[in-house]
């Protein structure tokens, strides 16, 4: 029992993620509310239970942009998310009056004015461990905060300074991720098993956990 409830608190993020659109389904259904008016923009960052597409545009077989994904989504058009319609994160930012889609960072055809209502830089396949993005040549965490700091810079460009503060003080920022790091990697791979028992291997993810934080 101490075991199983250590492996799941470097899911707490997504666990809690996911409450967020369960409270939202049992109040009613899913529309704009104007109590949030106030968040600006969500930025979002972790694999491919939030990543809406940004794995079209990286070398990688981590792609979700091909039937049946996608089948039940507008014009049932696959976009690159892992899923037959709206990622969790669609559902949050239209629930809370942000926009009805979160885009992926990496889309060139991106304008300012959704850029300045946030994106998602999550990449299918990536985790808290270095080595899990590795293995299926997707975008890891430090990569996704390095395009975050490239996000800030294309918008001072456009609106100035003081505006792109203004925007992200008022942002949500959500982190999905660490699922992969124990399926595709630990479990699967014999790397990261001849170091770490999986206690250690735990503590280690979680420590890589607290620098994406920080």
Do not use: W
Request: net charge positive.
């Amino acid at each position: 029992m101490e075991s199983c409830h250590k492996f799941s608190f470097p899911l707490l993020t997504l666990l809690s993620l996911y409450v967020l659109f369960f409270v939202a389904h049992a109040e009613g259904s899913l529309t704009p509310r104007p109590f949030n008016n106030k968040i600006t923009a969500a930025f979002v960052f972790g694999d491919s239970t939030v990543d809406p597409g940004n794995n079209n545009y990286v070398k990688t077989l981590f792609r979700g942009n091909f039937p049946p994904y996608g089948k039940d989504f507008r014009d049932h058009v696959p976009t690159g998310r892992f899923t037959n319609g709206k990622l969790s994160t669609d559902l949050i930012v239209s629930y809370i009056g942000i926009k009805e889609y979160l885009p992926p960072y990496l889309d060139p055809n991106l304008s300012i004015e959704e850029l300045m209502t946030g994106v998602s830089f999550a990449s299918a396949g990536s985790g808290f461990d270095p080595l899990t993005p590795q293995i299926s040549s997707v975008i890891s965490l430090p990569k996704q905060l390095e395009y975050f700091k490239e996000y800030k810079n294309r918008l001072q460009s456009a609106i100035g300074n003081r505006r792109t503060e203004a925007i992200i003080k008022e942002s949500v920022f959500l982190i999905s991720c660490g699922t992969n790091d124990f399926v595709v990697n630990y479990f699967t791979l014999p790397i990261r098993r001849k170091s770490y028992t999986v206690s250690a291997y735990q503590q280690f993810v979680l420590q890589s956990f607290k620098q994406v934080l920080q």
